[in-house]
């Protein structure tokens, strides 16, 4: 699964913001935050994984989840991308309203 | 830290809104201003009514140096259009010859807002991701490749 589909459900982009504030959670401290069965959550953090939004590591008996910071980094530059194509287009389409003014102006002699 | 998918803009524009909402929904007048620079239009239909089509064809232009001629499509469907207030579009996006199995899809939603503000026209944009296919990003940045040696172009032109 790709990235923007495994944030489009909310449980796991709950589970990622509380990994971004809390650092590292237990499986276990993960299921206790929701309502949902431990293997709903289990099946969830799967997805994380596969898509690489989330690292796991056995610690002991536990395991422990992480962000993964490229994958993040990889949203953060979508972002980018698309506020810098926006940005430029929207900057155009003043450009194009303005030259129409101009032409409207002129044409009514108000100019 | 929030994973995002979206980014929201906001502009006024000092024109009045029926000519806001031409420029967006009169195929002419979107070829004036959907770029890139030195990106061509080559076609642009639009079917302004919800199921209608939506469809922009960006071919990249001589200054994109090694990109030159490349098609980046994207077709989809209207879900919301409220005459001179509200537009909304479902679409994907792709690079022509390089989506055999969806490599290059980038399926996205857009969503436009036009309000009067004392003859002015405010623009409220939001435009959101929701899947891309594993060779999408590599696209994207082939574009932006482009734009670089655009640039880069620039600069010597100018030094």
Redo the contacts between chains.
């Keep these: 699964m790709?990235?923007?589909?495994a944030?489009?459900e909310p449980t796991r982009?709950n589970i990622?913001?509380m990994l971004?504030?809390n650092g590292e959670l237990s499986a276990t401290d993960i299921s206790g935050k929701f309502h949902s069965s431990p293997p709903a959550i289990s099946q969830h953090l799967k997805v994380l994984r596969e898509a690489k939004?989330v690292r796991m590591e056995k610690r002991s008996r536990q395991r422990i989840y992480t962000?993964n910071p490229p994958a993040?980094k990889?949203?953060?530059?979508?972002?980018k991308?698309?506020?810098a194509?926006?940005?430029?287009?929207?900057d155009?389409?003043?450009?194009?309203?303005?030259a129409?003014?101009l032409k409207n102006e002129m044409k009514h002699g108000t100019y | 830290m929030e994973p995002i998918k979206e980014v929201t803009f906001e502009r006024t524009y000092d024109a009045p809104l029926e000519e806001v909402w031409q420029a967006w929904t009169d195929p002419k007048m979107i070829k004036q201003w959907w770029g890139p620079d030195n990106v061509t239009i080559p076609e642009c239909e639009v079917e302004l009514r919800v199921g209608g089509k939506i469809y922009i064809v960006m071919e990249a232009g001589e200054a994109m140096g090694s990109y030159k001629g490349t098609r980046w499509p994207m077709l989809g469907k209207f879900t919301v259009v409220e005459p001179k207030s509200k537009l909304s579009y479902d679409v994907h996006a792709w690079t022509e010859g390089h989506n055999d199995n969806g490599e290059t899809t980038i399926d996205q939603t857009t969503e436009m807002t036009l309000t009067e503000e004392n003859g002015k026209t405010k623009l409220n944009l939001k435009a959101t991701i929701h899947k891309t296919g594993p060779g999408a990003k590599m696209a994207v940045e082939g574009m932006q490749g482009g734009f670089t040696q655009q640039f880069a172009k620039l600069k010597k032109f100018l030094a």
């Design positions: 790709d990235i923007f589909t944030i489009a982009r990622i913001e971004a504030s939004l962000i993040m990889e949203l953060e530059q979508w972002a991308q698309k506020t194509l926006w940005d430029r287009r929207l155009r389409l003043d450009k194009v309203l303005q129409k003014k």
